[in-house]
RNA sequence: GGAGAGAUGACCGAGCGGCCGAAGGUGCUCGCCUGCUAAGCGAGUGUGGGGUGUAGAGUCCCACCGAGGGUUCGAAUCCCUCUCUCUCCGCCA
């Protein structure tokens, strides 16, 4: 959400900001309903200022007076009642379509339409050169015995899977590993609620747009959450912070859920592209200062870079172009990591930075040195996101004979395993 | 799931249908005071929105005491619905 007087002032800045993202949306009518909305208002507000006063005035005075004060307040109410639905419509249509605003890109954002036109930053590590042929992730998978899939779809349908053996092991091996670095920095733990309300997502700027990839428990009208941030940002929903308890860091760990509709029969096979997945998450809360977000922003990507170096897997950082980047976001670096099967670098990060996108709509506030009360800057980045990872683990760390190397990092969190090795029976 | 209690400002907590945007305290800000620290003294300090005003300051107004409806000339206070929290019982990792 944007503040609506930095479009009335700016209107050619947010619109622009629309067409950078290759987004539809109709500054114009919201600037109309806005005008209309706040003329309406005001009669609204005068006449309920004249019923106030007048009202007042009922208690001090009595007999044919009274009377008269009251037929008075009985008039004012009939237009009152004329005028106020018209101006609840107009407040909710506005709502409503402040909900689809974009927030425009920064300067550095290239502008362009898809992945193609994401610019890179740079490089790191060595892609594998292979003297033998090498194996997908899946076939690696299934072969070391650590992935059941057709199981799982046979009851839980496509986009499922069983983790096992080391499978397993690894999962929970890139969780600690991701989760003891970051609190190593200070950031803060955070196992988080999953199933949250509707209010969660529309604070976090998921809603409306991202309605159709989500799970909804219709029972209990809950959603799955796609991501740890939605409940990491939300925490501090409706609250009013201190300058000085800037900046909040949080890694949080949660299952993903994601419906994927309509990517049906993209990315179908392995462990790309999944209903549900488990993620370490990181989220800042800053003050609202481009320079301070920007030096948090820099810190989560470096952060996640650590561990991807500390895995040692290939790498290369991209900044996102303009139609690459989310409704709420105004910068958005991603982290593309080497997977061989594919080819090429592939995303397995997202680095972005919201400004006020989402504390303007979860009204997460501070009051600053000056006394004044204003909207946080939130930011995340991914940490680490398996199974996807394990896509360029399983396929980079492959060996002739079929075993996989076990980053050494990860060792004395798998029992000092240095090697998954291929298994005869399933 | 059953029974009961509650939800008030950054935080805690009082509140008779008009004199309540709301006592008191804590915190915070500024000042004073005291070898230092701690304490003490004084003053200030709600959020959101609309109008006016040169962004500002100021000023006027509206809304907000969990949310949404209702009664009333007038609601934090009365009624209804919902949400959440707590206690007890049941179930359960």
Redesign the pocket.
Known sequence: ML???FI?NNPEVVKEGARKKRMKVDIDELLSV??D???L??E???L????????????KSSGPE?DD??QQ??F??NGLTEKEPKL?ELEERFEQLMLFVPNPPLPEAPEGDSEEDNVLIRKVGQVPQFDFTPKDHLELAESLDMVDMPRAVKFAGARMYFLKNEGALLEFALFKFALDHLASKGFQPMIVPQLV?REAMVGTGFFPLGEEDTFFVSK??LYLVGTAEVSLVSYHM?????E?ELPKRYCGYSTCFRREAGSYGRDTKGFYRLHQFNKVEQVVICENDPEVSMREHKLLLENAEEIMQALGLPYRVALACTGEIGQGQVLKHEIETWMPSRGKYSETHSCSSLHEFQSRRL?I?Y?G?D?????CHTLNNTAVASPRIMIPILENFQNADGSVTIPEVLRPLMRGMERIEPKNSK
């Open positions: 503040d609506i007087a009335r806005d005008n909305m706040r003329r208002k005001t609204v507000e005068t309920r200022a004249d019923r106030n006063r007048i009202s007042k005035d009922v208690s009274r004060l009251i307040i009985k004012i109410k609840k309300r209990d009208d409706d609250e009013i912070l201190s000085s009204r506030r009051r040195a006394g004044k009360v204003k909207p």
